[in-house]
Nanobody, 118 residues
Framework: QVQLVESGGGLVQAGGSLRLSCAAS????????MNWFRQAPGKEREFVAR????????YYADSAKGRFTISRDNAKNTVYLQMNSLKPEDTAVYYC???????????WGKGTLVTVST
C-alpha cells in the first residue's frame, strides 16, 4: 500500500508560480512512475505530467508544456510539480498518482487545490 499526500496548493494571481509536492509513504517509491492529474470544477480529471521511475524521462499534456516541470527525489520519496506562468484555467484540484505501468494508476492522493485569480 502506498499513501500519497499532496501539498503546496493555494491561491495565486495569474502569471504567478506554485510548486506542488507529493510525499509517498512507500520505500518502493522508486519502482513507480509518478503522475500529476487535475480536475477543474465541472470537468473530468485530466492528465498533466508524468515522470518515469528513474526520473530520466518526462511527459506533459499540451496544456502544461513549457510552463510546468515535473521532477522527483527518490531519496525523499517525493515528486514535485513546478508550475509557472499560471493561468485562471489552471484552477483545479491537483492529484498525484503512482503507477507501476503507464496507463493504470495504482494509488492516488487526495489532492490539493490550486486557484489562479485574474
Amino acid at each position: 500500500q502506498v499513501q500519497l499526500v499532496e501539498s503546496g496548493g493555494g491561491l495565486v494571481q495569474a502569471g504567478g508560480s506554485l510548486r506542488l509536492s507529493c510525499a509517498a509513504s512507500a520505500r518502493t517509491f522508486n519502482t513507480y512512475n509518478m503522475n500529476w492529474f487535475r480536475q477543474a470544477p465541472g470537468k473530468e480529471r485530466e492528465f498533466v505530467a508524468r515522470i518515469r521511475r528513474s526520473g530520466g524521462s518526462t511527459y506533459y499534456a499540451d496544456s502544461a508544456k513549457g510552463r510546468f516541470t515535473i521532477s522527483r527525489d527518490n531519496a525523499k520519496n517525493t515528486v514535485y510539480l513546478q508550475m509557472n506562468s499560471l493561468k485562471p484555467e489552471d484552477t483545479a484540484v491537483y492529484y498525484c498518482a503512482a503507477g507501476a505501468g503507464l496507463v493504470v494508476m495504482d494509488y492516488w492522493g487526495k489532492g490539493t487545490l490550486v486557484t489562479v485569480s485574474t
